[in-house]
């Protein structure tokens, strides 16, 4: 049968994008076929102490590393299956769709907008938002102090800056960086008074500068932390539900947080209750 030159071309074509959705950059593949294979590309934060930091000798420590790593061993992968990948807050979706990291445990809040992009498990823990401000300052006490201009600094795609947005935005100038490590520098530097995100981030750098640097006012939001994966991998989700759970109940959550978050001073709060959906 003879066929025509721009059927065959178009065939050719069609042929072509099936290759190229067969080996698309591994976004068919699930988690749990990853973890099948043994290994795993988990995202968590590398400048957040205590909780997600990449260390000079590239090790990683951090109470969302813990987690991050429980998880994967409930899954059947070991240490040194797993490569950590940066998830910076505004690029968090985005690799969980790309299909570049398996899962993220970096300080992500679980909201109803991200849900319509990616699947939550957890919440496996629960801050709020609150302002880091220099040892010194006296004026700054909680976000309505922050009103007549002063210079607030968040992290772009992170829901403390949202809410700021949302809710000071006449009154504040916010200023948005990549990563909060920048927004301390400003702070340090006086390039601005006060960095907000979630308190226990905020506990963690207060830490790292002892003297220099303090948290205020009471958390002012509630922050669910979920670790995010494909939105429609509720198979995974199952199975990350359940680590989580067993990582609360068997008390190795307490452990990991009192190794990581605890010398900061951050008091130890009530799990919280997986929210399976
Ligand atoms: N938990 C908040 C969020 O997911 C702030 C912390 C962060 O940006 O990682 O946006």
Do not use: H
């Not at 976004?27 to 968590?44: C, F, P, R, Y």
């Not at 922050?223 to 509720?234: H, N, Q, R, V």
């Amino acid at each position: 049968m003879k066929i025509a030159r721009s059927a065959r071309f178009a065939i050719g074509i069609l042929a072509l994008s099936f290759v190229a959705a067969a080996c698309g950059g591994g976004e068919e593949k699930s988690a749990s076929q990853s973890a099948a294979d043994g290994k795993l590309t988990i995202g968590i934060k590398f400048d957040q102490p205590g909780l997600g930091l990449r260390n000079p000798d590239g090790t990683y420590s951090g109470f969302d590393v813990e987690v991050a790593k429980y998880v994967a061993n409930e899954l059947g992968v070991k240490p040194d299956g797993i490569t950590f990948k940066e998830a910076p807050s505004a690029q968090r979706e985005t690799l969980i769709q790309n299909g570049e990291v398996d899962y993220i445990v970096a300080t992500y809040s679980i909201t109803d907008t991200r849900k319509e992009k990616v699947g939550f498990a957890g919440p496996y823990f629960i801050a709020g938002q609150s302002l880091l401000v220099k040892a010194d300052n006296t004026d700054i006490s909680g976000p309505d102090s922050l009103n007549g201009g002063k210079k607030l600094c968040s992290v772009t795609g992170s829901t403390p800056a949202q809410n700021v947005k949302d809710k000071y935005a006449q009154d504040v100038q916010l200023q948005e960086f990549d990563t909060y490590s920048a927004c301390v520098e400003a702070l340090r530097n006086g390039a601005v008074d006060a960095v907000t995100t979630d308190d226990i981030i905020l506990a963690g750098y207060a830490a790292q500068y002892p003297g220099q640097l303090k948290v205020v006012g009471q958390p002012f939001t509630t922050e669910k932390y979920g670790i995010g994966l494909a939105k429609d991998d509720s198979e995974t989700r199952g199975k990350i539900n359940d680590a989580i759970e067993k990582m609360i109940s068997s008390g190795a959550w307490e452990a990991a947080f009192d190794n990581t978050v605890g010398p900061s001073g951050y008091q130890l709060p009530a799990p919280p209750t997986v929210d399976r959906y």
